[in-house]
């Protein structure tokens, strides 16, 4: 490939609303033209990264026995309305209509087809396992789409689902499928984790998501250095304290805390640790008729210590809570505490409520908590003595760096990352509802039970970026890179040694499977370089008249801070060697 056939066209500044490195390096280089908020053009530059990651996608899961198909970017709504998906999923499901008024959608994915394709095509026992893919277009009407690629309305997904006899068989597939997944990312050459997800509503622990590692990273990933323990943040565990609950030393007391309506204030005032204290938050569930009319509200306390935050996906596993809670009103947090938000807390509550307290505020003693009036806090608040003991105790709190890891080895650390795939095992949530069954061998229809596996194809490189660029550029690892090598001339069109020995590189290396670039533009030597280390081709050797007359080449990786000379009848050999370190 010559620079001059192509499209290269870099840009010095990066637009004003490109906020991450991702963005910036990506608009710069070429790879991506925005067309609208959250709509991008991919360039070919930016296609070439994206052809080579979907090459890297097809191979490991054909290798791994699931069978490529391609369905429509527009369904028809009908079957969203069978699983009631189309009334569920909100806004960010954009509906459309055709000429006649009948109702579609621009698809976020794709389980109602493939399950509408397994009920036909699958109808014996003898059919399955089966596992289906596609790389196709997706769009979700993000309320405020950001970062470039990274949450961009439209964008390409690898989407797979698995079809099983049952839930053994389709654990098998869940394994096979996160086998392929690490094969996968380990052939990207980017640092990741295969982290514990949660499962939602649907339960089990067969969620995992992969996430590559980036300090701008939208998710917190938990592990532990001394183990393989890895969740994200919704999923690890924080475990109930080991030491047990202190006996009372102080004696209950309201205190004045005027204006001080936090934990950190109140702390502060009081010159006490921020973990003797207590925050309050309150929720509320909604019992309805068959009207969806509300007949009866539960509100709920939740007590976690001042320096914890509440981890919501914990909260709704809650007894009670599990069915769907809300946050309350200040009307309903008035009516049932008699104050407002910031000085509410378990005691002389004005109505009943349910108490849950998180296993770390389940063994304090002598804590201080809003005392239901403006301006005071109840100091010395000891379990059993001033309040009974809470209706729940349960986890309901984000773990922090230090916590000790739930397998019992070590200590957690937390570190950013960027989710680009999931596994995930749905059971009978779509086969269900739209009455995908299978016969088996006595003849008796079955459920199929299913699996979902996602990898965000355009995602992919801009997590790339965020792990692997400096202050030139973009650095791409070699396997998904635009180009392999690029061999840089310089004064190609004054010499004919270079012109020859430039041609001459380039063939050798094309013949032998090499995907390089020849920069043939004519540009100096400084804006040519520039380009390159931008773009973030991983190889390149430059060839001068100078080089060649001392018979020598150079040749400068992108992450090499000096260029290394090399004998101009060795760099082929030299360049295929590093190629394949």
Known sequence: MKASQFLVSTLKEAPADAEVASHQLMMRAGMIKKLGAGIYTWMPMGLRVLRKIEGIVREEMNRAGAVELLMPVIQPAEYWQETGRYQSMGPELLRIKDRHDRDFIVQPTSEEVVTDIARQELRSYKQLPRNLYHIQTKFRDERRPRFGVMRSREFIMKDAYSFDRDVTSAKASYQVMAKAYRAIFDRFGLRYRAVAADSGAI??????????????????????????????????????????????????????????????????????????????????????????????????????????????????????????????????????????????????????????????????????????????????????????????????????????????????????????????????????????????????????????????????????????????????????????????????????????AAQKLHDELEAAGVDVILDDRGERPGAMFADWELVGVPHRVVISD????????????????????????????????????
């Open 203 to 500: 339960g089990g622990d067969l969620s995992e998501e992969f996430q590559v590692i980036a300090a701008t990273g939208e998710d917190a990933i938990v592990y532990c250095p001394n183990s393989d323990y890895a969740a994200n943040m919704e999923k690890a565990e924080a475990l109930a304290p080991s030491k047990p609950r202190g006996a009372a030393t102080l004696a209950l007391t309201k205190t004045a805390t005027p204006g001080k309506s936090t934990c950190a204030d109140v702390a502060q005032l009081l010159n006490v640790p921020l973990q003797s204290t207590v925050k309050s938050l309150v929720l509320a569930t909604d019992e309805t008729n068959e009207r969806g009319e509300i007949v009866k509200t539960q509100v709920w306390l939740l007590l976690l210590r001042g320096d914890h935050d509440m981890n919501e996906i914990k909260a709704g596993k809650v007894p009670g809570l599990d069915v769907g809670f809300r946050f309350a009103t200040v009307a309903e947090v008035i009516d049932h505490f008699g104050t407002k938000p910031g000085y509410l807390g378990p005691i002389n509550t004005s109505r009943p409520v349910k108490i849950v307290a998180d296993r770390e505020v389940a063994v304090m003693s002598d804590w201080i908590c809003g005392a239901n009036e403006a301006d005071f806090h109840m100091t010395g608040v000891n379990w059993g003595r001033d309040l009974p003991e809470p209706d729940v105790i349960a986890d309901l709190r984000n773990v922090v760096e230090g916590d000790p890891s739930p397998d019992g080895k070590g200590t957690l650390a937390i570190e950013r990352g960027i989710e680009v795939g999931h596994v995930f095992y749905l059971g009978t949530k779509y086969s269900k509802p739209m009455q995908a069954t299978f016969l088996d061998e006595t003849g008796k229809p079955q459920l199929m039970e299913m699996g979902c596996y996602g990898i965000g194809i355009t995602r992919l490189p801009a997590a790339a970026i965020e792990q692997n660029h400096d202050e030139r550029g973009i650095i791409w690892p070699d396997a998904i890179a635009p180009f392999g090598v690029v061999v840089c001339p310089i004064g190609m069109d004054r010499s004919a040694e270079v012109k020859a």
């Open 546 to 581: 100078r080089g060649l007359k001392e018979g020598q080449l150079e040749y400068q990786h992108r992450r090499d801070a000096a260029a290394t000379k090399v004998a101009a009848a060795e760099v082929f050999g030299f360049v295929k060697a590093r190629l394949q370190a």
